[in-house]
């Protein structure tokens, strides 16, 4: 008996392979720039003035499509509790990561939210992991060991900085996770994108703002251009625009999956330091981005996980 033709997976079409990629490109870039943040103002205040611009982009995104901002308690209060961990404790982390260790290797360890997103699916939302999508995230896990070990052997901070800003990454992950997955649930799907989103990302810029004021104190203003300049970058480009894109994709091919994208991003910002800093290729950052892309393409042409 003739067996009928399996389905394409959503994951290879252009709704989202479009948006991926965008996604991956954009915050393959951020990493240079996040790092032109850290110096004059403190990492905390960085954080609130990028997702107040990010937060009132997509409130001027979400009264031009006229949604509705109607979210009722339980609206409101997801998407507090999102801009808690996605757009304050999550970049705070990752903020103060970087001034312990290089930005290559933070985006490398933050490429480790493949994990969390696929266990915290599984336990969750019941998203059965196929073999096809634990073959390639193992051979995607192997590239970015390969990139990890080339990364901190150049860093040219010492033990106690490196187990540091590797800690702070790991908590930024977990926060990261944990967003991703409320992105996939039935409550998220309920409220508009937009509305949510900017809730989530004012909500974040206010915490953030009571955060920074606690421990830093009052607002630091910095006076070069090309700081304001990267704060529009990332409040923009890789916060209003990316965010969003990015949790659709979240909800039409699960977290796991999505998470590729941070498997990819440390490839894209060698690629990016290559031009912009000098950064050189060796053996291992080769061969790492060679199995990351490969495992990529596994994963990516697997089924969606089964509820």
Sequence with gaps: MLQPPQAKPRSTTLSV???????????GSTW????????VVPPSWSVTYRFLIAGI???GWALWKRESWRLGARGYGFAVLLGLLQFCGNFNFVYRAEQHVTSGLVSVVFA?????????GRIFLGQKLGRQLMIGSAIAM???????????????????QVLAGIGFTLCAILCA???NVMQATPTAARYPMG?????????????????????????????????WIGTLYLGVFASALAFPLYFGVIRTIG?????????????????????FEGYRWSGLAIGGAALAAFGLVIALRARRPNR
Excluded at 255 to 275: C, D, F, N, Q
């Design 32 to 39: 240079l720039v996040i790092r032109d943040q850290l110096g």
């Design 17 to 27: 392979l479009v948006p991926f990629g965008i996604v991956t490109l954009i915050w």
């Design 112 to 120: 480790m939210l493949l994990i969390p997103n696929a266990l915290f």
């Design 142 to 160: 192997a590239g970015v060991i390969l990139l990890f070990v080339r990364e901190a052997r150049v860093d040219p901070h010492g033990p106690g």
């Design 255 to 275: 977290p796991a999956k999505a998470a590729y994208s941070s498997v990819i991003v440390p490839v894209i910002a060698m690629m990016l330091s290559t031009l």
């Design 195 to 227: 509305t949510t989103v900017a809730v989530a990302m004012l909500a974040g810029a206010a915490i953030d703002a009571i955060f920074a004021y606690a421990t830093t104190g009052a607002p630091v203003i910095e006076h070069r251009a090309i700081y």
């Design 177 to 179: 996770s944990t967003a």
């Design 57 to 59: 982009c997509m409130a």
